[in-house]
């Protein structure tokens, strides 16, 4: 605990050294906008009212008090049916026209929580009241003493049940719903007041009446943010959201197409909004968190585990954004019911469409062409599939020669280097829904993407020497769930599969037939061309001696059954569960020179195990202000017969309306893993591994994360101090040796750890048609290899020490401007010397400003947007990976040091149609 504080106070030192580096920049300008917006916000507040109503509906009255003037309403339409007013108000507070109207009509109001609670008497001698409620449910028995308030939450549009909806009630005691919409709140009151909300869907406050039946129908109306706006009393201005559960984010993949971007569909680039969430570049990218490798997240579509989320050398991802419906991540100190992962949690669950009507969605940007489209097979089942093509390889436009060609630049005083890419991808995604009852769920998933990428290289002087780069990618998976609500035990029962194919062919050699001081090669008129490939005809020729050939073939599966089963009693909620996780992988890597003197490599490795699990867990309320959960996960290795314990807690508190202090801890066990493998030129490849019978390799990491919620009006700041420990870890390091007058490389393993540590901060406003968001992130990740180093620490490859998102969004009437500014400090990279010593050197920082406009109309049941974005705006090149291409000759071979650099100043289209 010691270290911890120290790290604290050290934290709080590099804290005042960032701020002074980024004082009289854009972060100071931040502050002071948001000082004056929440000065604006609060002058805002004391709106007064001029309003008139000449024999208008009830209903529409409030809806326009609601619009106008900013006052929250919640009451039962149906109540109110045939309910006309005639009033008039001049200058009036709020308050004062409650008052005319509680005087006037036979109508009671009561505020909760900002929010007046509506209730039509009966008439006005009889002072018997009717409740309102969000669902007109026959009449029930009043229950003397304590009752409970149960309820199913759905989407009114599609019918499919929502989970982790907050539900809040007046004393600011909450819940969320489970993966069946399902919530229950224990009480004394005879009328319960209370809200629901969920992101991306209008708020709705209601309560629970003393005659209202249990479990009560609860719908809510999404916000249709690809249609115009017309008659609504919110407008859906939020991406994140942070929800009862303090460890979980949701985030809107909906409203995130607005924000400007490569691809509108991509929903992994905009979850590096989250501070702590990055998205790595090459091969083998992904979504890092808080430093971590993406191996080490466990990314759930559906119940299918994601091995791999990138697309296009990880410029785009897997995660279609146009099929995913809710999104939550979980960056650190999650509870006992998920394991297996050291770093954090994405959980996704896509689209299951209405059961009354087809629906369809199209879209199509520079990159590719997407559809959605779901069809109601019967009353209570209903399929829905995505389809995403690329086509880049069929249509060379501005961004994919920007892409694919222009972003690798060679060091001053290198050869000149050309690149003739071939890439494309695709992902299908189908999902059925079925709903045997109203407290039961049947879902069945799958899952396939496919990657295809190929970059021909050429470089010389007088003579043209080439590389050539192939990989090639299938993932694929499938998923069944059932879940059982009966009274107030919920079961259910989840499994997944995902099985991963890659493979890699690289070459290398000299080009033939070229005249002295050109570097384009003689064409060879016999040379026969291949349509699918390479867009340079000298790969397909006979115009290359091939003097080098490394090959590598990986598989890696994953099995998930998982069994789980909940009760709420009092101010207990019971949980347990039990399954087990089955991983295997194959991997062989060979390189072969037919000439000179470069070492021989080669690696091969093959593996398989299954781990059980068991967890208990118990969250406890003893207080409206207190919530304690404590929790404990067993893993168990039947073949190597080795248990793993791992306690988990939290501890949150709440101590006035908006203010959460929460701490999470736990221990996390992993078992299949990437680890990295350094070649003799310092290149870092990630490759796939289990622990071998000793144990050696299992991640062991150690959560620590502190931190603080403020939610007031407009405003939402959300701080979190974290600190992770991870043992465990393995590296594979090339050394050199020579048999048979060869010289060949073989490969050592080394063990170390890993201290993740820092501070991320958000902080949103929202006022009138704007919204503004600031994401910062201040970490510091090092690793430890006995053996490397010296033994010294060294900054973890995914590291950046500082990261700023700072986003603007302003939407009026259909039309969305928005922009977005993102800063990152250097990334570490390994360089060599000539002595073969390793050192470490940052790349320069990153910076990029992008603007987006986006409209969009509606007619009927037909709705369409279209937009466009403006990437890079101040044209800045930004190096994201310094890569080698090794390259051998009939006399040896060397290493041609290259720069990848993000994407220069790009206009980017999309457009998007819908038949809802």
């Known amino acids: 605990m010691l270290c911890f504080y120290k790290f604290i106070l050290n934290l709080v030192y590099r804290l005042i050294r960032a701020i002074r580096y980024l004082a009289g920049t854009f972060l100071k300008s931040l502050v002071v906008l948001l000082f004056l917006l929440a000065c604006l916000g609060s002058a805002g507040q004391s709106k007064r009212v001029t309003y008139s109503a000449g024999n208008t509906p009830f209903t529409e009255v409030l809806e326009d008090l609601s619009r106008q003037f900013g006052m929250k309403f919640a009451y039962d339409a149906s109540a109110f049916e045939g309910a006309h007013v005639t009033f008039s108000v001049e200058n009036q507070t709020a308050e004062q026209v409650i008052k005319l109207l509680g005087d006037k009509y036979p109508v009671r109001f009561r505020k909760v929580e900002g929010t007046w609670m509506v209730i039509r008497l009966q008439d006005t001698g009889n002072r018997k009241e009717q409740p309102v409620s969000a669902a007109v449910p026959p009449p029930a028995a009043v229950k003397p003493s304590g009752r409970i308030v ?183 100190g999650f509870d006992a019911a998920s394991g297996d992962r050291a770093a954090g949690m994405v959980e996704l ?48 436009n501005h961004l994919s020669e920007k892409l694919l060609k222009e972003s690798r630049l060679t060091q001053p005083g290198e050869y000149d280097l050309d690149v003739f890419p071939a890439v494309w991808y695709d992902d299908i995604n189908l999902k059925a829904s079925l709903f045997p009852s109203d407290n039961q769920m049947v879902t069945i998933g799958f899952l396939q993407g496919k990657d295809f990428q190929l970059l021909d290289y050429e470089a010389g002087e007088k003579q043209v020497v080439y590389r050539n780069e192939m990989a090639e990618s299938l993932n694929r998976g499938y998923s069944f769930s059932w879940s059982l609500q009966s009274g107030q035990w919920n079961h259910s029962l989840a499994a997944g599969y995902s099985r991963l194919n890659q493979q890699r062919n690289h070459e290398s050699g000299r080009q033939l037939n070229v005249e002295p001081g050109s570097q384009t090669p003689k064409k060879n008129p016999k040379a026969k061309k291949n349509p699918k490939a390479n867009p340079n005809p000298n790969a397909q020729s006979n115009n290359r001696n091939k003097y080098e050939t490394d090959y590598d073939s990986t598989v890696v599966r994953e099995l998930r059954l998982d069994w789980r089963t909940d ?219 006995t053996g490397f180093y010296n033994d010294e620490w060294f900054p973890s490859l995914n590291h950046h020490r500082h990261q700023l998102q700072v986003n603007e969004m302003f ?73 080698y291409l090794n390259i051998s000759t009939e006399s040896g071979g060397y290493s041609l040091q290259t720069n990848v650099s993000a994407l220069p100043f790009m206009p980017v289209f999309f457009i998007r149609m819908q038949v809802l």
């Open 811 to 883: 939407s009026y009437r259909g039309w969305v401007l928005s922009a977005g500014w993102a800063y990152r400090s250097g990334q570490p990279r390994i360089i060599t010397s000539e002595n073969g010593e390793y050192a470490f050197r940052r790349l320069d920082y990153f910076s990029q400003l992008d603007v987006g406009l986006v409209k969009t109309i509606r007619i009927g049941k037909f709705a369409a947007s279209g937009g466009a974005s403006l990437l890079n705006v101040l044209n800045r090149t930004n190096i994201v990976e310094v890569d």
């Open 567 to 785: 009760l709420k009693s009092g101010i207990f909620t019971h949980q347990a569960g039990a399954g087990f996780v089955e991983n295997a992988y194959n991997f062989d890597y060979y390189a072969a020179r037919s000439q000179g003197n470069t070492p021989v490599d080669s690696l091969s490795s093959s593996l398989r195990q299954s781990i059980g699990h068991l967890f208990l867990q118990q969250v406890l309320e003893p207080a409206d202000v207190f919530r304690i959960r404590y929790g404990l996960r067993l893993n168990y290795n039947q073949a190597y017969r080795q248990l793993y314990v791992q306690p988990r807690g939290g501890i949150e508190y709440t101590p006035d309306e908006g203010i959460k202090v929460y701490y999470h801890s736990g221990v996390y066990r992993q078992f299949l893993s990437r680890i990295p493998r350094v070649d003799s030129f310092g290149n870092a490849d990630m490759v796939w591994f289990l622990p071998d019978s000793a144990g050696t390799g299992v991640l062991n990491s150690l959560h620590h994360v502190l931190g603080f919620r403020l939610e007031k009006g407009g405003l939402l700041v959300n701080g979190e101090l974290y600190s992770r420990h991870t043992g465990g870890r393995q590296w594979l390091f090339a050394q050199q040796y020579r048999k048979a007058n060869i010289n060949r490389i073989h490969y050592i393993t080394l063990n170390g750890e890993e201290n993740n540590r820092g501070l991320d901060l958000f902080v949103q406003f929202r006022h009138g048609n704007f919204t503004h968001q600031a994401a910062w992130s201040l970490s510091d990740s090092k690793e430890k290899m």
């Open 349 to 396: 669950t896509g689209r299951s469409g209405p059961l009354t009507h087809p629906t369809i969605d199209v879209s199509a940007n520079l990159m590719n062409g997407n559809v959605v489209a779901n069809f109601p097979v019967a009353r209570k089942l209903s399929l829905t599939g995505a389809w995403r093509r690329s086509y880049i390889d069929q249509w060379q």
């Open 150 to 332: 149960s309820g199913y939450v759905t989407d009114a549009f599609t019918g499919e049940p929502l989970v982790y909806c907050n539900i809040i009630t007046g004393n600011q005691r909450g819940t969320v719903t489970n993966h069946l919409g399902y919530f229950q709140i224990e009480t004394t009151e005879k009328e319960l007041p209370f809200y629901i909300s969920h992101l991306g869907y209008q708020r709705l406050d209601t309560l629970a009446g003393a005659q209202s039946a249990m479990p009560m129908r609860i719908v809510l109306q999404p916000f249709v943010i690809l249609m115009e706006e017309v008659s609504v009393t919110r407008k859906e201005k939020n991406i994140l959201e942070l929800g009862e559960y303090s460890e979980k984010i949701g985030f809107n993949p909906a409203q995130s197409a607005h924000m400007p971007r490569v691809s509108n569909d991509d929903l992994a680039n905009m979850l590096t909004l989250i501070p702590g969430v990055n998205l790595l570049g090459g091969s083998g990218g992904g979504l890092s968190i808080r430093g971590g490798d993406p191996s080490e997240n466990l990314v759930l579509l559906d119940g299918i585990p994601l091995l791999e989320t990138g697309h296009m050398l990880g410029n785009v991802s897997v995660l279609n954004a146009s099929f995913i419906r809710q999104a939550f991540v979980s960056r650190g």
